[in-house]
T-cell receptor, first 116, second 113 residues
Framework: NAGVTQTPKFRVLKTGQSMTLLCAQDMNHEYMYWYRQDPGMGLRLIHYSVGEGTTAKGEVPDGYNVSRLKKQNFLLGLESAAPSQTSVYFC???????????????FGPGTRLTVL | DQQVKQNSPSLSVQEGRISILNCDYTNSMFDYFLWYKKYPAEGPTFLISISSIKDKNEDGRFTVFLNKSAKHLSLHIVPSQPGDSAVYFCAASPKTGANNLFFGTGTRLTVIP
């Protein structure tokens, strides 16, 4: 199994350009997440999805949109990139919660995005 | 406002000694706590977790302690090995259905051979 994969690994954008980051998982997980990591800030949740066709906002959703058309894929879109969106983006997935058990998240390798 | 805090950005320890990484949280609704390990240019990988109904969980060289009254948890690594050198993130999740995680800012551990 490849686990969680992210495309692309690196990208440089100019202010105002748009792009889509792709996340794919082959573990049949129900839940998927997008985080950003900035220096001194840890990882912060942007958007998440608890199933195909459903999405919800996390801590820092402004300036981003997401779609979960297929269970295995979770797309993160930037419609008009800004320098403040320069960051490392991580996708994660986890199985559905069942009872009191917590299922940990599995992370992809990250996408380093620079907005000039 | 940061709900999960790791106040030590870095820690250096001699090989074979104990490493203690600390984490504090402010939200009393957090129900589950995790530690993730991260190497450069890789995603975080799950290390160990603890439920709020426990005060200790052990897995090999790694032990996590939870003090709910102090809203504090710690990760002990004994003995520390050079391969443990990485950034360690503390994370917490409230009792919701989506497993959402709130992360600390990370502590860079360096184990000196």
């Amino acid at each position: 199994n490849a686990g969680v994969t992210q495309t692309p690994k690196f990208r440089v954008l100019k202010t105002g350009q748009s792009m889509t980051l792709l996340c794919a998982q082959d573990m049949n997980h129900e839940y998927m997440y997008w985080y950003r990591q900035d220096p001194g800030m840890g990882l912060r949740l942007i958007h998440y999805s608890v199933g195909e066709g459903t999405t919800a906002k996390g801590e820092v959703p402004d300036g981003y949109n997401v779609s979960r058309l297929k269970k295995q894929n979770f797309l993160l879109g930037l419609e008009s990139a800004a320098p403040s969106q320069t960051s490392v983006y991580f996708c994660a997935s986890s199985p559905r919660t069942s009872g009191s058990r917590y299922n940990e998240q599995f992370f992809g390798p990250g996408t380093r995005l620079t907005v000039l | 406002d940061q709900q999960v805090k790791q106040n030590s950005p870095s820690l250096s320890v001699q090989e074979g000694r104990i490493s203690i990484l600390n984490c504090d949280y402010t939200n009393s609704m957090f129900d589950y706590f995790l530690w993730y390990k991260k190497y450069p240019a890789e995603g975080p990988t799950f290390l160990i977790s603890i439920s709020s109904i426990k005060d200790k969980n052990e897995d090999g060289r790694f032990t996590v302690f939870l003090n709910k009254s102090a809203k504090h948890l710690s990760l002990h690594i004994v003995p520390s090995q050079p391969g443990d050198s990485a950034v360690y993130f503390c994370a917490a999740s409230p009792k919701t259905g989506a497993n959402n995680l709130f992360f600390g800012t990370g502590t860079r551990l360096t184990v000196i051979p």
